[in-house]
Every structure is written in C-alpha cells, then in structure tokens.
C-alpha cells in the first residue's frame, strides 16, 4: 500500500492541483483563484503526495472562533483509499489549533460521496441554501462539527 505525505501547499503544485480541481467539479476554482488561496497568510491549503506527484488537496480558513472548510478534492484514480479522511482531519487539527470551535461546510445536496465521507468525520446537517450552486442548478447542505477543545485559553485550572 502507498505511503502518502501530507504537507503545506506550496505555490509549485498549483498546477497539478488545478488539475485535480478541473477532475473533480463542474464549476471548478480557476487556477489563478488557486493561487490567490495557496499563497494567502488566512487560508490553510493542505496537499497529499505519492512520490512527489499531488493527489489530492483541501483548503480551510479559521476566524475567530469559526473554521471553514472551503475545498477538498482527490485525483479520481486515488479516491476510496482514505486519502478524503485524511486531508479533512488535517485541515480540521489546524482548525482546532488557530482557535475554531466549530468548522462549517457546504456541500452539493446530490454529493454523496462528499456527504458520507462528512459524516463520517462527525459534521451534521445545520441548514441548507437553496439553488446556491449552478451547473446544475442544486441547494447546498451546510453541515457542522463542533470542535471539543480548539485553542483554548480557559486557564482556570492552571
Ligand atoms: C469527496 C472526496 C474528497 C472523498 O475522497 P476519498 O479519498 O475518495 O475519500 P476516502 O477514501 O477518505 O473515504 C472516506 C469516507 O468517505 C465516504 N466516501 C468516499 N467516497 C465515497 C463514495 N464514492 N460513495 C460513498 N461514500 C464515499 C465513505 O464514508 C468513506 O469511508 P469508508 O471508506 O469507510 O466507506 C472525493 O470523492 C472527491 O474528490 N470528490 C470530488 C470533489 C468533491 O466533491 N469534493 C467535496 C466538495 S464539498
């Protein structure tokens, strides 16, 4: 089985991302918009590696006390083998660390694939935003994981 690295993005895989990206959703994010998240101090923009090729990425934002889950997508041919877990419990740990203490999300009503895999990882259905995306024409779920700790500056038991 593959051994797979996990680590920052970095501009040079924008291209490989935009890739992936241009896989994965009928709408996708340009390349340039890409850019603009791998290369911003807010956005957390994570990258999963075998043998240095890219195959697969999420990016996620905390402010104040609320993460977001912005993207996350897998190279169709490494899909079902974890990676989609992987990537969301990393952006979910940095979440944690800048502070969240919930993370939100939103999701394509028909994308069961992304939906089960949210499940999975503890996000619950918290609303919905009707005929929010295009290409087709379908309502976003957003969904939620309340966070346990997140960084906590509660020192009463110091
Ligand atoms: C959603 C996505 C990131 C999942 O990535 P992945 O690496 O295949 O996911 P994993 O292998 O980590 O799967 C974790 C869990 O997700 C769920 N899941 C993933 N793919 C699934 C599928 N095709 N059908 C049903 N459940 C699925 C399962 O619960 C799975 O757990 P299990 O393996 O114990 O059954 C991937 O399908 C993808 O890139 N899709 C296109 C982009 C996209 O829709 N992104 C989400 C936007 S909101």
């Known amino acids: 089985m593959s051994e797979f690295l996990l680590r920052p993005s ?13 896989a994965s959703f ?14 911003s101090d807010k956005v957390y923009s994570v990258c999963a590696l ?21 993207n996350v997508a897998v190279s169709p041919e490494y899909r079902r083998r974890g990676l989609g877990e992987k990537i969301l419990s990393d952006m979910l740990r940095m979440c944690a660390e800048r502070g969240a203490r919930a993370v939100y999300l939103e999701v ?8 089960s ?15 929010y995306y295009k290409y087709p024409t379908e309502d976003a779920v957003i969904m ?4 346990p700790g997140g960084d906590d500056n509660d020192n009463s038991c110091d």
């Open 26 to 39: 009928s709408v996708p994010w340009s390349r340039e918009s890409i850019r603009q998240a791998v290369t």
């Open 108 to 115: 394509r009503e028909s994308n069961a694939p992304a939906a």
């Open 144 to 147: 939620v994981k309340l966070l």
């Open 117 to 131: 895999l949210y499940v999975k990882t503890g996000f619950t259905v918290a609303g919905r935003r009707k005929n």
């Open 50 to 70: 075998e043998n240095g090729k890219v195959v697969g990425y999420g990016m996620s934002l905390t402010a104040a006390d609320e993460g977001e889950i912005l």
């Open 10 to 22: 970095r501009t040079c895989d924008v291209d490989e991302m935009s890739d992936i990206e241009q």
